[in-house]
């Protein structure tokens, strides 16, 4: 079955760092444009970041320079390394895959279950 | 602007229709695509490329744009269908990701 499995969501103390992972299954990550998104308690969705086929690798504003987005092909694996962490950082952070080689253009058709990531003190 | 702007909430009878809009100026060039949320549930892609639906998404949701804005309309609405409802796009770069706000659909 295709699907994405995060882990890696934890307490973590504001200024902390943790690392969240995303496993593919049944594709392969480095042939598709992956994703990360979070979602605030009673919040909507926000895009975080994304890592296309290439590497390249573009973030939003607000973790531009504390978030790190990659991958690593021999594990099938997405991560993002999430440094000097804020209380506004709290959220469940989903992975997923966009589409585009399956025919949905930039529509993200996968998603993992998220992981929640608590900051706090 | 690379915003997309959703009505916080809709709010429909069993078998009516319900529509929901997006708007922003990014869909005069991008496509918007759809996602149905659900309580404590990660987002399911039901439309995409404004009007296409991906196969096992029941034929009551469809999708229409006019200029800046785009509509989810969902026909014959059932209780399953009370959700949150985003709308999604590429960024002004062509590089980034906007999600609208998200509208929350309640059944009568």
């Known amino acids: 079955e295709v699907q994405l499995v995060e882990s890696g969501g934890d307490l973590v103390q504001p200024g902390g760092s943790l690392r969240l992972s995303c496993a593919a299954f049944?594709?392969?990550?480095?042939?598709?444009?992956m994703t990360w998104v979070r979602q605030a308690p009673g919040k909507g969705l926000e895009w975080v970041s994304i890592?296309?086929?290439?590497?390249?690798?573009y973030y939003a504003d607000s973790v531009k320079g504390r978030f790190t987005i990659s991958r690593d092909d021999s594990k099938n694996t997405l991560y993002l390394q999430m440094n000097t962490l804020r209380t506004e950082d709290t959220a469940v952070y989903y992975c997923a895959r966009k589409g585009y080689s399956y025919g949905y253009e930039d529509a993200f058709d996968i998603w993992g279950q998220g992981t929640m990531v608590t900051v706090s003190s | 602007s690379s915003e997309l702007t959703q009505p916080p909430s809709v709010s429909v009878s069993p078998g009516q229709t319900a529509r929901i809009t997006c708007f922003g100026d990014a869909l005069a060039k991008q496509y918007a695509y759809w996602y149905q949320q659900k309580p404590g549930q990660a987002p399911v892609f039901i439309m995409y490329k404004d009007t296409e639906r991906p196969s096992g998404i029941s034929e009551r949701f469809s999708g229409s744009s006019s200029g800046t804005t785009v509509t989810l309309t969902i026909s014959g609405v059932e209780a399953e269908d009370e959700a949150d409802y985003y709308c999604?796009?590429?960024?002004?770069?062509?590089?980034?990701?906007?999600f609208g706000g998200g509208t929350k659909l309640t059944v009568l």
């Open positions: 049944e594709f392969t990550v480095s042939d598709n444009d």
């Open positions: 890592i296309h086929t290439g590497g390249y690798t």
């Open positions: 999604q796009s590429s960024g002004s770069s062509g590089f980034s990701v906007v």
